[in-house]
């Protein structure tokens, strides 16, 4: 029986509402449990009550910025830890927000998989790091989207040139399912790549 590993909780503060919708798809979809709040006011009771792992926050609010609400926090919990992104990166705000030991500070439009890298190294520093077997099944799953995007196909086409069904390589694709070495053989044969190359960076 597979071992459920507790879902690992993330808080958004961030005023703008399509920006904490967006990250707040984006983290669900990659498996974790997310809340997003627009008034940074209620996020110390949010620390003191919620049990996250991590918070992602905006350094330019109104009503209170992102480093004195980075101190208030820091009061109630020492140790959660902290990713600061902004529109408006400056030196003076990056030293204040790293003496605030925050682990990361990303400018705003940020890249997606260099959002999920930061991500996966503050799991790491946290011990939260998913097991490397579901690590590894996410690289092969991007892995194999980036290639097909690569090359303009749909996962229809990719079906018609595997055999394998559409499902079966979406599901492979978004790491909810564990390819077997014989569909990974068809899928690199596919994308005229070869079979190692799937595995990416790993």
Known sequence: MAI???AVKILIVDDDRAICDYMQTLLERDGYEVKAVLDPT????EVRAGGYHLIIMDLMMP????????????KVD??????????FPNLESAVASMKLDAVDYIKKPFNVDE???VLSRVMRK???ARTP???????????????????DLTLKQMARRTGLSVSLLSQI?????SASISSLYKIAVALESRIQDLFGQY
């Open 4 to 6: 459920e590993l507790p």
């Open 42 to 45: 209620i996020v110390e009771d």
């Open 63 to 74: 009503k209170l910025d992102g480093l004195e609400l980075l101190k208030r926090i820091r």
């Open 78 to 87: 020492n140790d959660i830890a902290v990713v600061i992104f902004t529109g």
């Open 115 to 117: 959002f999920r890298e």
């Open 126 to 128: 946290k011990g939260l």
């Open 133 to 151: 077997e579901e690590q590894l099944h996410r690289v092969i799953g991007d892995t194999i989207r980036n290639l097909r995007k690569d090359k």
């Open 173 to 177: 694709e978004r790491a909810e399912s």
